[in-house]
């Protein structure tokens, strides 16, 4: 009934004419291909990357212009608040008031504080 075909791996197989159930582990492994987990004997060496002190001194010497802005001024416009925005008292960002979820006490929390 079944057949007997030669597989790459040199295992013998009878064809029954059944699927074959992939989900099952298998208990053995052939002999010319490891299994994917590693033997707890035979854990790799872990690789510690090499650092030159040459190399790491000169990236430090080296600025990149306009790389430091603390000499640099920076001007910014504030402006008051507008009458369609308002500030949440839990975050302190400015939102529109359409974002206002809660009105307690008179201070507004907006829709993601309260969400």
């Known amino acids: 009934?079944?057949?007997?075909?030669?597989t790459p791996n040199s295992?013998?197989?009878?064809?029954?004419?059944?699927s074959t159930n992939y989900d099952v582990r298998g208990t053995t492994v052939p002999a010319d291909?490891?299994?994917r987990e590693p033997h707890p004997g035979r854990l790799p060496a872990p690789q510690h990357p090499v650092v030159d002190a040459e190399e790491l001194?000169?990236?430090?010497?080296f600025e990149l212009p306009g790389a430091d802005p603390s000499t640099e001024?920076?001007?910014?416009?504030i402006r008051p608040a507008q009458a369609d925005e308002f500030t949440c008292a839990s975050c302190f960002l400015v939102r529109h008031r359409s974002q206002i979820a809660l009105?307690?006490?008179?201070?507004?929390?907006?829709?993601?504080?309260e969400g």
């Open 1 to 6: 009934m079944g057949t007997t075909t030669e």
């Open 11 to 18: 295992m013998e197989r009878e064809n029954t004419g059944m």
């Open 33 to 35: 291909r490891p299994g």
């Open 57 to 61: 001194a000169a990236a430090d010497s």
């Open 73 to 77: 001024e920076i001007a910014v416009e």
């Open 103 to 113: 009105d307690r006490g008179g201070m507004l929390y907006c829709s993601d504080c």
